[in-house]
């Protein structure tokens, strides 16, 4: 498809164990971002790639959450022995380019991975 | 700290009259600004934003928002709600990172708009 793609699209896991999330930009989107989104909030911020590289990791909120973009398209989003709090809607969004003043700004989101920890 | 603030969690309009809902926001500088609205289990699309230029500014289904430096805020309207405009709506600001070079989109916790029909 030409959107951003999530998958999977719900995740049902119990308590302790490893999740991965996937997602897979618009072709061509070098700027790409993981936000997570719990009920009644607004999409609260991760962490940010630039090409392969996390521009800014400062959203990640402990060392159990952890994000690779190997090649520049594809990024996982990796949970390590999850906790209940963990459970929301994890967001994914990509764009053409952030640097600077250049690209025109918006984010184009995907559908989002549930996550659900019992 | 920078923060968007959206004061209502939801705004109910009959069908036919005119909606705001209301945006505002704390940030150094010149953001962009955006407004974004998320249908059930869908994820978020882009409506509109504002760069520079005219403060008002038009974006997809009819809808528009007025960007005010004085007031710091950037009100979403639309002269005539239609039922399928239900949604949850989102505004959010993008402003730099100073220290990584990049920039970071914040947002608003959500008004959820209902038309009445």
């Known amino acids: 498809g030409a959107g951003v793609s999530q998958t999977p699209s719900n995740k049902v896991t119990e308590k302790g164990k490893y999740v991965e999330l996937r997602c897979d930009p618009i072709?061509?989107?070098?700027?790409l971002y993981w936000y997570r989104q719990s009920l009644g909030q607004g999409p609260e911020f991760l962490i940010y790639?630039?090409?392969?590289?996390?521009?800014?990791d400062s959203g990640l909120p402990n060392d159990r959450f952890f994000a690779v973009r190997p090649e520049g398209s594809v990024s996982t989003l990796k949970i390590q022995r999850t906790e209940r709090g963990d459970s929301a809607v994890y967001l994914c969004?990509?764009?053409?380019?952030?640097?600077?003043?250049?690209?025109?700004?918006?984010?184009?989101f995907g559908e989002g991975s549930r996550l659900t920890v019992l | 700290a920078q923060s968007v603030a959206q004061p209502e969690d939801q705004v109910n309009v009959a069908e036919g009259n005119p909606l705001t809902v209301k945006c505002t926001y704390s940030v150094s500088g010149n953001p962009y600004l955006f407004w974004y609205v998320q249908y059930p289990n869908r994820g978020l699309q882009f409506l509109l934003k504002y760069i520079t230029g005219d403060n008002l500014v038009k974006g997809s289904y009819g809808f528009e928002a007025e960007f005010n430096k004085s007031q710091t805020s950037f009100h979403l309207k639309k002269p005539s709600a239609l039922v399928s405009d239900s949604a949850l709506y989102f505004c959010a600001v993008r402003v730099p990172n100073l220290s990584s070079g990049t920039y970071k989109y914040i947002f608003g916790t959500g008004t959820r708009l209902k038309v009445l029909a």
């Open positions: 969004a990509s764009s053409l380019s952030l640097a600077g003043a250049s690209g025109t700004g918006e984010l184009f």
């Open positions: 072709s061509g989107h070098t700027a």
């Open positions: 790639f630039q090409g392969t590289g996390a521009a800014d």
